[in-house]
T-cell receptor, first 110, second 118 residues
Framework: DAKTTQPPSMDCAEGRAANLPCNHS???????VYWYRQIHSQGPQYIIH???NNETNEMASLIITEDRKSSTLILPHATLRDTAVYYC???????????FGKGTMLLVSP | GAVVSQHPSRVICKSGTSVKIECRSL??????MFWYRQFPKKSLMLMAT?????????EQGVEKDKFLINHASLTLSTLTVTSAHPEDSSFYIC??????????????FGPGTRLLVL
């Protein structure tokens, strides 16, 4: 059963903010939201993760709704190199494995 | 973030031969590493979990005698595809788990190995 739902594809203009949504309505109290991305023919790259508070790092911001049933990954100023498949994954923060869904293909255009 | 390397990045072999892929954690020790496989236009599928000093745990449907995993040290895990056939051609990716405070584990991935079996 899919734990997360993401749109299959999104477009974004270079320099604009990219907002990638993710629904995880069945998330448990001890499950974290992780975001990875995979550029074509490369291994996945860790972006960010959070439990219930919003998080920000040098790559992106993660906004989690108060009920934790959905989240949004924000790339504040998208570049062409941000074109990739973005995966939203929920997992227990301890020792569970990562299960990848189909993700969102983000295409950043000039 | 933590750095994971893989070698080789690309390999072509003849059907029936064996191929070894190495996965190394460069700046940290990893008691647990993971091996994934990805077919074209598909998502990553977990093959097995590799634990240092013990036997790997394989996912359902993955043949342990065909995909030999050895995790002999805290920085190295190897995947050997034995008697490779064309249907084994795929993108193989390893990852290692890092504890980052408050018992939260984050996985970092290698760049992947493209295997083509002729």
């Amino acid at each position: 059963d899919a734990k997360t739902t993401q749109p299959p594809s999104m477009d974004c203009a270079e320099g604009r903010a990219a907002n990638l949504p993710c629904n995880h309505s069945t998330i448990s109290g001890n499950e974290y939201v992780y975001w990875y991305r995979q550029i074509h023919s490369q291994g996945p790259q860790y972006i960010i993760h959070g439990l219930k508070n919003n998080e920000t790092n040098e790559m992106a911001s993660l906004i989690i709704t108060e009920d934790r049933k959905s989240s949004t990954l924000i790339l504040p100023h998208a570049t062409l190199r941000d074109t990739a498949v973005y995966y939203c994954i929920v997992r227990v923060g301890g020792y569970s494995t990562l299960t990848f869904g189909k993700g969102t293909m983000l295409l950043v255009s000039p | 973030g933590a750095v994971v390397s893989q070698h080789p990045s690309r390999v072509i072999c003849k059907s029936g031969t064996s191929v070894k892929i190495e996965c190394r954690s460069l700046d940290f020790q990893a008691t647990t590493m993971f091996w994934y496989r990805q077919f074209p236009k598909k998502s990553l599928m977990l093959m097995a979990t590799s634990n240092e000093g013990s036997k790997a745990t394989y996912e359902q449907g993955v043949e342990k005698d065909k995909f030999l995993i050895n995790h002999a040290s805290l920085t190295l895990s190897t995947l050997t595809v034995t008697s490779a056939h064309p249907e084994d051609s795929s993108f193989y990716i390893c990852s290692a788990r890092v504890t980052e405070g408050q018992r939260v584990e984050t996985q970092y991935f290698g760049p992947g190995t493209r295997l083509l079996v002729l």
